[in-house]
Structures are given as structure tokens and as C-alpha cells.
């Protein structure tokens, strides 16, 4: 077999797979593989950025690199040490100083004269926001004739938080748990984290107004708003302190924010200290913000796959959200279309999807949205003949588990039940990870070094 | 502008549509209409049966009418009249005698020898008992030389509900509720219910043993299960009192289960009380089920008549389930991807699904699954140029409301922000109804007279 990049166990879930379905079990775990291959961050810098002397060229805009005194690195999320790597490969000495800021675990201090930092993620601590201020004090340095190239990706909203004056860390994540438990969606969440935050909301953008700025962003989010990833640190903010105080009312939960929050809100809407710079704002003429990549991209690399392997293929949405079951199953129900009217297509064929899921967790159980999404389409796939779901998140790692995401099958229900699982109670417990480890369908991974959501392909055997 | 034939207010839907998607509004609500035209009984019964001389044919079965003293039409669920006036067209003073049941309203008592009587949906009550034990009695009185054609369609295991002995109508309401409660599935709620009846899980064709049985279903269940369509009256019942015990048990609510049906079982279950007729009895020799039609003839018409309409079109599932909210939300994304990416189709372009979704009901408005699941898609359809969402139901009676659904577009969050509401708040309240009754959108069709699930439509204009 194929050796494969980074699924460590496709052998024995092939293996594991009945004869009759092994070959779209093999040929699903191989495109997922491909789709984490085609984002990761070296690839798309090296497609995205050329260098050619002093001519740096990216998405269509030609800079040269004779004008600056020197180049300046900065960045922050989980595909950030990938990125580093590649923009020194690409500029070399030409960057002189840096700083990235990275989850625990990467075991490297600097990167030529890069210094990268460790925070934590997802839960922020105050190594982010000692490295928040790191970036915001190097950023403020920036001189007229600095090239400031900042790298973001997934997660940097956590690993750089930088509570605004008079505001505590411990007060913002009680905003942002009151603010998620009130069923607030991104937008609401972000439109009261710019507003008390000194670094996001395009703040980073203003501690480097003197100099020019490229942004090379990898995107995470549904949608690819560079207003949205990492909260937008260098992208214009289009929401105000009245709009965040707004939210706060709307939401049921202004009695409860922390009062310092709700004294520079108010502060704010009243005018006594600046709002978060606006589009309007003449610092954005010197900042370039670039998505280099983002779920559309695995997306393509995965269906783009399941086409060379004989699979008519297709990407109904790389724009998904929601409740990661209820996708699950509405996503798993095409293959029963598929055995039995050929459509959307005709047997064999593929479906790929993309986004980030979520769950709603009621139950007390382990697992990720990926591995959910695939468990809820185990009983539906029982109706079927011959059909693969699989599901994972490209950073490699599914809510707090080791697992990247999960398969499953035609057969899954059966082989469940005769192991005596209830697919449907490992449901209703949000215990995802507990049934495909005893049943077996886990996908591992490892960390990934990169992040664009969550890719799904669904197969239908001939 | 064409005149259509089931959605009333067609023209006031379009005139009030921004004159930039008024093609695509027109053009969606059109497909609509034709797939209900596409689903109505008689055009069903016409389409695959024919009768010549004394040959009847359905389904490649063929009948010589000449070995049959009589012919006798029973029959129940939404579409009963409309199938038994076809069947009546079909095969004219053959039928000797019969009855149907439909729900309230009909304001017929008889057709030709037929009887017609009228009984509760979705509440079943002692007028439904009645019925059911009239259609029982004249299907005994069937002899040997007796076609009995029975015309099922959904509704009908409320609208003819004959509780076993010793077992009161209370009492099957009581569990139907408990185990809805409980979160059980169809699949488990029509366990219970079979063991609990004297009608469903085949006992209708038991009645009629001694006869030859044609069945003519029209199915409102996704993916078209004859021994689920109305509970499957005449189709084999492969579950038995041991699972039904199972199913109260899992479910937790064995305790609460009415004394008279837990000694029902539990007699079933040791073999005192006979099953309900399984796959293998001889019964089912004499009796022929036919889908005469479902879901996905509608979705057909309405996928065709978008490609007439100049959309590249896919029906993307006619097997549709889940909460109603998420399928309106990961549907609409669906329009993202074709505006940014040109996947799954190019523009202009139409996207069809069909089932029957649920709603989680949490708040205390008016509203129905298809009003919801279009209401939960207005935040994502903002982000779209141009592109149009409608879903109802092929009934025409969506929740309790007089509405078959609604449609919205790109432009709906603007016309609810400027008309001061808050498109969340309406779906949070599960109050899909009053939203569009206030921005405009409620689709009308008054009772369509047929009856398989529902069908939602997105367009993508150019």
C-alpha cells in the first residue's frame, strides 16, 4: 500500500474494513489525507509567494524588498511555526528579528532569529498575554522603512489575548463563557472581544501603522472573513462599543459582565476612548491582508482525489456549520439517494463537505464534533449497501481527544451490535470517542501542523 | 403570468420580492406547485394503472377482474379521497362497496358505494375507532373470491386506531406520548404500537386472509417502508413483543407504561397472545404492496422544472431527516459555496431536498418544520448575492398554521432588520410563523389532497 503522510493508522482501518467496502475505505482515508496535505502551510506559502531578487510577489501584489531596512516577523496561531519556517525559507536573512506565538508542545525556542513563544490554547493564559504584548511592543518598534509580515492562523485568538486597560484576563474569559452559554454566534463573541481587547479588531494593524504590512492568513473559519480569523488583528473592524453593549442586552447578560468590561464599553460608546480602527481608517493603506488558503482548498485536494480513484465526485458545501449530529445525518442521507435514485450522482461517486461543526454537549462522555458528525450517521448508513463516511478536523486533533476524527461504514451498526454497542446511547452521551474506539474507526493524525476546519467525504461504492 | 394550480398567492409572493431575484422567487415557487401537481393521487393511480376490459395492471402485476365476485375499496390517511376517486374512475361499478377515513373537513359522506367517514389527525379520538373497527369488519366479511383494494397514505395510523383488547385509546395515547418524549424513533414508537393494535403490523391483511389484498400506498415516509407508511396495516411486522419490552425498558419508561399494555406484552411475550403476521406467513401470498408514489417524485417534478427554467439543477436528497433549523442552515451554505467556489454547480442553479425534517419545539411561538427550517437559513442567505430558499410541505399544512411553508432570500435579513426584527429572537421562540406573516414570505396552498413529506428548493441566480 500507498504510503500515506499523515493518517498514521490507514493499514489497519483498512485492514479492519469488510472486503466489500475496503476499497472506499482506503481511497476515503487517502483523499482526507491529501486534502491535509494540500493546506499545509509550506505548500500554500511556497504556491501563493514568489521571490524573485529583491521582487516579493503575493496575491497579485509585487513589493520590493530594496525599499525596506529591514523585514520584521510576527505571527500567532496553530500553523504558525509551519509558516514561519517557510517565509525564512523564502526571505531568509532578509528577516532580522520576529516573534511567533504557537501552542504548548512545539519543543522549539527560536527559528533563526525568530523567537517562538508558547501559550495556551484553547483556554488563554497569561504566557498569552505576556506574548500578546511580546508582539505589540516589537510591532511598536516598526520604523517607516519595516516590511512587517504577520502570520495567522487558527487559534491566535487565544494565544494572543491582550485584555484592554482596566480589564482583567480572568474578566475575559468570564465574558466569553457567559457570552457562549448564552448562545451567542462568532460575530456577537467577536464584536465584544475587539472591543476590550488591545491587539484584535485590527489593533495590531495600528501598533504597526508607521510600517507596511502583509498579512499571510490561514483561514479557520467558515467563510474565510479575515474580520472573523484570529479575531482580525490586522483587518478593519466594522463593529462599535454600542453594538458589543447591544449584544451584552440582547443576550440576556449585562447584569452579569464583569464590571470593568461594562465601564470601557460604556466608556467607549460615549466616545472617551477610541473605537477599533475603522475601514475608513488611513492605516489600512499599508496593510495587505492575504488568505493564503483555507477549507475550500482540502476541500478541492479531496474531491480532486476521489476523482483520479473513479469516484464521481462532487463538494456540496465547504460553508458548513451547525449542530455536528444533525449534519451527520442529513449528510449520510444522500448516500441512501444515491443506492437508490442515482442522485445527486451515480454510484460510484463522492461527497465532500467542509466547514466546522459544533456540539451542543448534553451527555458526559468523550469526543470531537468530527467523530459525532461520523456517529450520527452510523444508523443511517445501515440502510445503505456499499457507503464510507468519514470526517476530521485538519489540525489533527478532535475536541480533547487523540483522535484526528472517525469512519465509519455500511457495516458500522452491524459490527456494533454484535460487539453489543448502542450506537444510538454513545450518542445521546456525546461519547463518540468511547464507541469508535471499542468498535473501531478512529482516525489518528497527530498534530497536523495546520488548520482550515473540518473536511468530510462521504462515498458510495459501486 | 401562468396560472398555478395549488400555491395561492404566488403573484403577491413575487410582486413583494426585490425586482432583482423576482426571477428566481417565481421560478422556485413554480417548481413547488409542480411537485405537488406531480404527487396528486390520481395522477399517481392513473400513471400506473391501467385498466383494459377485464385486465387491471399495476405495478407489473396483472389482475384478471373476471375471476373476482367483487371488488370492495378500503382505505385511510390524507390522501384517501383523492385515491379512491381515481380508483373509482379506474375501475367504476366493479366496487361494490367500502370506506374510507380522512381527517375532519372533507364535507363527503359518500362516493358512489363508497362511505366516507371522517375521524381525528394528529390526535387520534373514538371516531378514528369506530372507523378502524368498521374497515376490520368489512374486511372480514371479504370472501375468497373478494379483491380488496386498500388505499394507504399518511395519516392513517391516526386516523384508524383500534387498540387491542383490554387496551383503551387513552392508554395508546399515553405511551405514543411517553415514548415521543423519551426521544424514541420511528422505528421504536411503531414497535410499540403494532404490539398494541389490532389494526397495524399487518393486521389488516390478516382480516383480509381470505382474500386477494392490492395495497396502493403513497408513502409520506422517508425512504418509503411499507411496513412503516400508517404503521403498515397490510406489510409484514418483522418486530416482536420481546422488542417492544426492550424498547420500553432503554427508554426508561417501563415504570410509567399504562398497566393494560405492559400485561399485553408481557402475555405476547411468553407466547400467550399471537404475534402480529411476520414475513414468512402465508398470509402475504395473497396480498401485493405497491408505492404507487413519494417524496422523490415530487422533488423530480421540481428539480425538472427548475432545469426547464434555465437552473442547472440536483436533487441533493429525497431522504431527508433531522432538526429542522440545521437542515435550513447547512441547506443554505449550500449557496455560499456556489457564489464563491462555483461548487456543487455553477450559477444560475437549483438545489432540491425532500423528507421530512423535526422540530425540537423550546420557545412558545406558531410555526411549522418548513417555515422553521427556511426562518433558521435567513443569517447564512444574507451572505449570498442572490439566491432564494422556499420549503413545505406537499400537504399544505405545515405545524398548526395555515401556511405549507414560506420562502426567503438574500434580501430577508434586510427587510427584517429594517422592519425591527430580530430574525434570531422569531427562531429562537420557534415562532417561524409570525416572522414571515410580518416580513412576507408564508406560502399558501390550503389542503393539497396528497400527502409525501416535504420539499425545499434553493435557487442561485445568475
Redesign the interface.
Not at 458545501?317 to 449542530?323: A, F, I, Q, T, Y
Given at each position: 500500500m500507498r504510503r500515506l503522510g499523515h493518517i498514521s493508522n490507514v493499514d489497519s482501518l483498512v485492514d479492519s474494513a469488510p472486503a466489500h467496502i475496503r476499497r472506499e475505505v482506503k481511497a476515503v482515508l487517502q483523499a482526507l489525507d491529501k486534502a491535509i496535505a494540500a493546506v499545509q502551510p509550506a505548500k500554500l506559502l511556497h504556491d501563493k509567494i514568489t521571490v524573485r531578487g529583491e521582487v516579493f510577489r503575493v496575491g497579485g501584489r509585487r513589493l520590493n524588498l530594496d525599499k525596506f531596512d529591514e523585514v520584521v516577523l510576527l505571527g500567532a496561531g496553530k500553523a504558525a511555526l509551519g509558516m514561519a519556517k517557510a517565509i525564512l525559507e523564502l526571505l531568509g536573512r532578509r528577516i532580522k528579528r520576529g516573534v511567533i506565538v504557537v501552542p504548548y508542545g512545539s519543543n522549539v525556542k527560536m527559528l533563526d532569529c525568530v523567537e517562538v513563544l508558547e501559550a495556551g490554547h484553547p483556554i488563554p493564559d497569561t504566557n498569552g498575554v505576556k506574548a500578546a504584548q511580546h508582539i505589540i511592543e516589537l510591532a511598536e518598534s516598526c520604523k517607516e522603512n519595516t516590511l512587517a509580515v504577520f502570520l495567522l492562523s487558527g487559534g491566535a485568538s487565544a494565544l494572543i489575548p491582550l485584555p484592554a486597560d482596566g480589564v482583567s484576563l480572568e474578566d475575559k474569559i468570564e465574558i466569553t463563557n457567559l457570552l457562549m452559554k448564552s448562545?451567542a454566534n462568532i460575530h456577537e463573541l467577536n464584536t465584544v472581544r475587539k472591543h476590550i481587547s488591545a491587539i484584535k479588531g485590527g489593533q495590531l494593524a495600528k501598533a504597526l501603522s508607521r510600517s507596511r504590512v502583509v498579512s499571510l492568513i490561514l483561514s479557520d473559519v467558515?467563510?474565510d472573513d479575515i474580520a472573523t480569523i484570529g479575531s482580525g488583528p490586522t483587518a478593519p473592524d466594522v463593529t462599535t462599543y454600542t453594538d458589543a453593549l447591544q449584544i451584552l442586552e440582547?443576550r440576556g447578560i449585562i447584569d452579569k459582565t464583569p464590571s470593568s468590561i461594562l465601564t470601557r464599553l460604556r466608556r467607549g460608546a460615549s466616545g472617551e476612548i477610541p473605537e477599533t480602527p475603522k475601514p475608513s481608517d488611513n492605516i489600512f493603506k499599508h496593510v495587505t491582508n492575504i488568505v493564503i488558503g483555507g477549507n475550500?482548498d482540502a476541500c478541492r485536494a479531496a474531491a480532486s482525489f476521489m476523482r483520479r480513484s473513479g469516484y464521481r465526485s462532487?463538494?456540496?458545501?465547504?460553508?458548513?456549520?451547525?449542530?455536528a449530529r444533525?449534519?451527520g445525518?442529513?449528510?449520510s442521507?444522500?448516500a441512501?439517494?444515491v443506492e437508490?435514485?442515482g442522485?445527486?450522482l451515480k454510484r460510484p461517486c463522492a461527497f465532500v463537505i467542509g466547514?466546522e461543526t459544533t456540539v451542543s454537549v448534553r451527555g458526559d462522555g468523550v469526543g470531537g464534533r468530527n467523530q459525532e458528525l461520523v456517529l450520527a450517521a452510523v444508523e443511517?448508513l445501515a440502510?445503505t449497501r456499499k457507503a464510507v463516511l468519514a470526517s476530521l478536523g485538519t489540525d489533527g486533533i478532535d475536541g480533547p481527544t487523540d483522535a484526528a476524527g472517525a469512519i465509519c461504514s455500511s457495516n458500522t451498526l452491524r459490527q456494533a451490535l454484535e460487539a453489543g454497542l448502542?450506537a444510538d446511547d454513545y450518542l445521546?452521551h456525546n461519547d463518540s470517542y468511547n464507541f469508535f474506539k471499542k468498535v473501531g474507526g478512529l482516525i489518528l493524525t497527530g498534530r497536523t501542523g495546520t488548520n482550515v476546519g473540518d473536511v468530510a467525504i462521504l462515498c458510495v461504492g459501486d
Open positions: 448562545g467558515v467563510g440582547r475550500f462532487m463538494i456540496v458545501s465547504s460553508h458548513l456549520e451547525g449542530e444533525e449534519v445525518r442529513a449528510f442521507s444522500v441512501l439517494s437508490r435514485y442522485v445527486p466547514g443511517k440502510d448502542n445521546r
